[in-house]
């Protein structure tokens, strides 16, 4: 028997060239862990592991010895069993360039053009690029789009990435002329993209070779030029080896093994034997299975071997794919069939390749096999409803039961995740039909977000009618996720027939569908109402198309497509983005080395884009080290009982259990929370214990077996209005100027209204991580953490540990984003990890996978408002009475921060006349909410801002003009009593309008809507305002050291950390001006509380402000000692004047020290007026097209002026632009989080929650920094940038709001709409009623909950 057949059992790949031959090798470890332990090759990146974020992409290149051909694939390695590489070939962002070997194009590019700020998600996106070019030397923008579908980045806002791969794109040109040119600019030199000429600030054109300056953002000179024949070669040694992909394999690990069989009958064979064995295609559904579902698997096989399941055959009916194929495989197959074949036979192939486009990523599409995606069974699978509808017939076949023939019909899926297929069945192949002249096939998918995310609902429709005819002979409808399986309408396909495709059959249609797919009101995935539409929206679209088809045929039967109807139908086309940044340049008697205002490159960025920047985990593990793993909470009001650990223990590798316990009372109490929760939990993902063991797998296993009793207590408050209802609150706030009640009644009009804003998870791409190091004397540890706040750190370790400050030391290399998550919230983990540390006496680590780190962290705080507001017909504002209740979750960390900064931003940039505005910090059983880029202050202005839409609406004017109306100026009083200085918010307004052409615009939407019913389009302007400075005045103060060593060069520290935002590049910069000295002789090497202590969080966007100005402070002390040495010999230079500083005994170290005069707090006893710094402003046009009939939404244009005062590095600058912009577009269009009504988080991970990716950035990007705008209130006349700009996305948000307005008139709705954030297609939809969603009846409680609830 060929099973018996001898068989190897050691793993031969290569990676980056060098061969990897390994006898003891564990199935159950991927290829990211082996790469990041084993080889120690850390550059991949772990961000996620379940394939949603790519950071982890690497490249897959194999042999096709048939074709003689090496084809490469871009694959996440978080889910490659590196069992399943015998014979391939890895490479990893180390093996194509490096800062000592030299840089690949690709990292090169992305480094120079800005696209790199973190850096975490880097090597992941070098990678996708590198596999791109690996296949193609000069791809399009498109193909660019396509490869990138699988990356996600939290901190550019994608714009750099695709600009720096632009000039590597077919897209690259026309030149300016020069032989430098960087074949950047589509529209030429200058104008990046602009139909405009430049208006705000001249080019400049120094292109020298340090990085220092360059024409736009990026120095054109220096850009390295692709050559595809210097790429590595792929392992002759491979092509030579035929016995390594025909040989059978069998791995045996601890607890699984993997077969690779390499004939069918080996397959049958082993499925007999183990019936329950799982078969792993590309391990992309099975994967995330083992490390999110706690499923092990014993027995897997692997089948990519068997010639019957890999193979690709065209009969007289169809295309038979084998169930291995991968889906990319089969994609460019049936592109292929499409080419060749009429049109008319292959309707099925182009539905599916249609709905490949937005099948998960395209790394994922590389793996995942068609036979995978069908025998998941998953009721949101993508293909099965395609499948189903086109009639596919599926070979299986077991070792006795022989080879049967079933068809996808609704019989075939029997319960969720379940099938017909007998356990020892393997499905062999899948035969998609070809289509008939008269037989028509569509494909449709609505999911939060187009590209990369599993689908709300999908279909696949299918009518055949009577030849020369347009009765129905035969119609399939199939749908996914409206039952636990893959569902067919089966009332109306029976219904249907025999009748004629009409308006008659459109309205029975529909009225059947929704008899055919109920939802119950507690469906698992909520949405009902939506998702019932849904169904409709694609029948009514199915409907259009096929008319649209049939009117081709048969124009004397069935009229015409309007052109409204036409474009109802297209599929969405990809559009190639386009952008520009504007700046001012320096002024040409700047001197060179004076890097000031000048795009320099952020520090980091050659490291990161090579993989040689350390991150926490990429630190090699100490001798001795344990890994940790948390035991979390799981009720969200109960009382422990009791906490059993004793199976934990009995776990081989487990080192002990850790809880309160092992606390005293008073060491265990961090502020208002404890380190170990003791004797009840007051929401879901408190920290309980911790177990530490020889490595992660085992601690994380052990802490899933720790038991803890709980004893309910009362109903648990989740939402703002339970929290309403129970009056649960800590405490409440009102800020007042005049008096709203007097002016409320005297106004001419009043309104009034709710609004509420969602929370926003950070997704931060480097998840919380620690390394707590005990130094086993005087007590003393030493933490490296992932803290935007190492002092905090230092001080809340130091108490758990119950000893002094001094004896903790807290370091901070570089955080892979923080946003405000890792302020205060990161010492939950890492106080706890600490306290392992010191109880054992040995280092512990931990990294928390990404569930973990979303269900403990909480993130941006849900806030509800209620207003009041009297106006004039003018739309001048009057009286504003409004009431903000902030959703805190179970501590109060930095809640009453949060709501104060929601009350000073209430009125965002308007003079409002009599405001009395209250904050409520409501105590729920949530976990706590913490701060997040804007603190409070997006929620605060969208409340300001959709009172402005709602009085606009009601005075039927534009709410551009209201707004204008209503804007500050200087010599103004701000609500909190604050006189404004130097306010800029009209040049902002001007100058965005102009560049925009908003008139224009408005009137093209305005005529644009006037044409369509089913697509509107919308277009909105807003204003920012916010104030800088920490609200607690005492947190404004920095602190700076400075060290120079003998040969010159310059160590620098100071308060703040890196989190990508670019501070130490920008403080290496002051200090650059400052001693006068280039760039490259100034290190920042880490933020450590031992060099300054007492600092600071790096928060509140004053980082630069207040740290900049202690780094001046120290370096003006050098300056001055060194004065006289200078004196003497002027033209000596800066490392002889160290030199001889250091021989004439002069200290060449200092201290700089900073606090922020004329700050303080508004006061909510007396109303005295608060005063902050400064306030930065900016304002931002967008336009959008809204799909009305499934709540899809395009951003056509956006424009923004943003004023950072004469910036200190305008690519940070417009980095921080563009990123917050983004950010703030999933905040206000796309990121939901839901929670269960007993305050589960129910979206964990990037598969359930939603972050933009590439395709969500608006077509056209067009960004000025404001020229001529010094502030003199901050390190050399710059402002802070971090926050401000996030909220200008809100100008998406109510672009989106006008075109629903403009959706509902055409329906008869005239009325003051509500209409929350963020606007997800599900609430898009939903406002758009229509005669379809009137066919919908609200979804009524018969006394079950919700599936979830809206906090
Ligand atoms: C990030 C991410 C995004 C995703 N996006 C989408 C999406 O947009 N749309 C969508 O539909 N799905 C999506 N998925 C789900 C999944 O990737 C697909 O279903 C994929 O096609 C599974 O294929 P696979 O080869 O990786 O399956 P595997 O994980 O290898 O296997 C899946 C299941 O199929 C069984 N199986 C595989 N082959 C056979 C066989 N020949 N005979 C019998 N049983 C077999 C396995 O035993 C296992 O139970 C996504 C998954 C991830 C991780
Ligand atoms: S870590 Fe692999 S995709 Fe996120
Ligand atoms: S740079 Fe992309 S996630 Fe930070």
Known sequence: ???????????????????????????????????????????????????????????????????????????????????????????????????????????????KAHGSQCGFCTPGIVMSMYTLLRNNPQPTMAQLDEYFTGNLCRCTGYRPILDGYRSLTTSAGPTCGKANCCMLNVGGCGTMNRENPVKNGGMEELDDESGRSGHNLFQASAMRPYDPSQEIIFPPELKVRNDLERERLEFKGPRVVFHRPATLEQLLHLKDLHPTAKIIGGNTEVGVEVQYKNQLY??????????????????????VF???????????????????????????????????????????????????????????????????????????????GGERQVTLDHTFFTGYRRTVVHPQEVLININIPFTQQNEYFFGYKQARRREDDIAIVNAGCKVVFRPDSIEVLKLDL????????????????????????????????????????????????????????????????????????????????????????????????????????????????????????????????????????????????????????????????????????????????????????????????????????????????????VVVAKDQPTAQRAARLVRVNYEDLDTPIITIQDAIDKKSWWNKWTMKRGDAEAALKAAPYTLE?????????????????????????????????????????????????????????????????????????????????????????????????????????????????????????????????????????????????????????????????????T??????????????????????????????????????????????????????????????????????????????????????????????????????VVPVMFSISFTLSWLNQAGALILIYRDGSVLLSHGGTEMGQGLHTKMIQVASRALGIPTD?????????????????????????????????????????????????????????????????????????????????????????GNFNYFCYGAAVSEVEIDCLTGDHSVLQTDIVMDVGDSLNPAIDVGQVEGAFMQGLGLFTMEELRYSPSGALLTRGPGAYKIPGFQSIPHKLNVSLLRDAPNPRAVFSSKAVGEPPLFLAASVFFAIRNAVEAARKDHGLQDIFRFDSPATAEHIRMACQDFLTKKIEPAVSKGEKPWSVTV
Not at 878 to 905: E, I
């Open 753 to 917: 209204g709710e609004t509420h804003i969602g929370g926003q998870e950070h997704f931060y791409m480097e998840t919380n991580a620690h390394i707590a190091i005990p130094k086993g004397e005087d007590g003393e540890m030493e933490i490296i953490s992932t803290t935007q706040n190492p002092s905090e750190t230092q001080l809340a370790v130091a108490k758990a540990l119950g000893v002094a400050n001094n004896k903790v030391v807290c370091r901070v290399k570089r955080l892979g984003g923080g946003f405000g998550g890792k302020e205060t919230r990161s010492t939950t983990i890492s106080v706890p990890i600490c306290v392992a540390a010191s109880i054992t006496g040995r280092p512990v680590r931990i990294m928390l996978d990404r569930h973990e780190d979303m269900v403990i962290t909480g993130g941006r705080h849900p806030f509800l408002c209620r207003w009041r507001v009297g106006f004039t017909d003018q739309g001048i504002i009057k009286a504003a009475d409004l009431h903000l209740y902030a959703n805190s979750g179970n501590t109060q960390d930095l809640s009453f921060a949060v709501v104060h900064r929601s009350l000073y931003s209430t009125c965002n940039a308007y003079n409002w006349q009599n405001v009395s505005t």
């Open 1 to 111: 028997m060929s099973h018996d057949a001898p068989c190897s059992n050691t793993l031969v790949f290569f990676v980056n060239g060098s061969k990897v031959e390994d006898a003891d090798v564990d199935p159950e470890c991927s290829l990211l862990v082996y790469l990041r332990t084993k080889l120690r090759l850390c550059g991949t990146k772990l961000g996620c592991g379940e394939g949603g974020c790519g950071a982890c992409t690497v490249m897959l290149s194999k042999y096709i010895r048939a074709e003689d051909k090496v084809k490469h694939y871009s694959v996440n390695a978080c889910l490659t069993p590196v069992a399943s590489l015998h014979g391939l070939a890895v490479t990893t962002v180390e093996g194509i360039g490096s800062t000592k070997t030299g840089l690949h194009a690709v990292q090169e590019r992305l480094a």
């Open 298 to 319: 014993p027995v897997l096989i692997n089948p990519i071997n068997v010639a019957e399941l890999t193979s690709i055959q065209e009969t007289s009916t169809g295309m």
């Open 919 to 1020: 904050g409520y910090a409501c105590k729920t059983n949530l976990p706590s909410n913490t701060a997040f880029r804007g603190f409070g202050a997006p929620q605060g202005m969208f409340c300001s801002e959709d009172i402005m839409e709602r009085v606009a609406q009601h005075l039927h004017m534009d709410p551009k003009v209201v707004r204008e109306r209503n804007l500050y100026k200087s010599g103004d009083t701000t609500h909190f009593g604050q006189v404004i200085e130097r306010c800029t918010v009209s040049r902002c307004w001007e100058e965005v309008l102009d560049q925009s052409d908003y008139s224009t615009l408005r009137a093209n939407v305005q005529k644009f809507n006037s044409e369509h019913t089913y697509k509107k389009r919308g277009v909105s």
């Open 322 to 400: 084998g169930a291995a194929v991968t889906l990319t495989a089969m994609e460019e197959v049936l592109k292929e069939q499409v080419t060749l074949k009429h049109e008319s036979r292959t309707r099925v192939f182009a539905a599916i390749i249609e709905m490949l486009r937005w099948f998960a990523g395209k790394q994922i599409r590389n793996a995942a096999a068609i036979g995978g995606n069908i025998m998941t069974a998953s009721p949101i699978s993508d293909l099965n409803p395609l499948l189903t509808a086109a009639g596919a017939t599926l070979t299986l076949h077991s070792k006795n």
């Open 1081 to 1169: 002789l100034i290190h920042i090497s880490e933020t450590v509380t031992d060099k300054v202590p007492n600092t600071s969080p790096t928060a509140a966007s004053v980082s630069s402000d207040i740290n900049g100005m202690a780094v001046l402070e120290a370096c003006n002390k050098i300056k001055e000692r060194l004065k006289p040495i200078i004196a003497k010999d002027p033209k000596a230079g800066w490392k002889s004047w160290v030199e001889r500083a250091f021989l004439e005994t002069i200290s060449l170290s200092a201290t700089g020290y900073y606090y922020t005069p004329g700050i303080w707090g508004y006061n909510f006893e007396t109303h005295e007026p």
């Open 478 to 689: 199939a749908f996914g996720g409206m039952a636990p399986t893959t569902v067919m309408a089966l009332g109306t396909m029976k219904e249907l027939v025999g009748r004629k495709w009409d308006a008659s059959l459109l309205e029975d249609g529909t009225s059947q569908l929704t008899r055919d797919l109920p939802l119950a009101f507690s469906a698992p995935g909520g949405m009902v109402e939506y998702r019932r539409a849904l169904t409709l929206s694609f029948f009514f679209k199915f409907y259009l198309s096929v008319r649209g088809l049939l009117n081709q045929i048969l124009p004397e039967l069935v009229a015409p497509l309007t052109h409204d109807e036409q474009l109802a139908v297209s599929p969405h086309q990809y559009t190639e983005p386009s952008s520009s940044q504007l700046f001012q340049r320096v002024s040409p008697g700047q001197s060179q080395i004076d890097p000031i205002g000048r795009p320099i490159v952020h520090t980091s960025a050659f490291k990161q884009t090579t993989g040689e920047a350390v991150y926490i985990d990429d630190m090699p593990p100490f001798v001795n080290e344990l890994y940790a793993a948390l035991v979390l909470s799981s009720r969200a009001n109960a009382k422990i009982l009791g906490i059993d650990e004793s199976e934990a223990l009995k776990v081989e590798g487990v080192e002990r259990f850790i809880c309160a316990r092992d606390l005293s009372e008073e060491r265990n109490q961090i502020l208002d929370y404890e380190v170990f929760a003791s004797k009840m939990v007051d929401c879901m993902g408190q920290v309980v214990g």
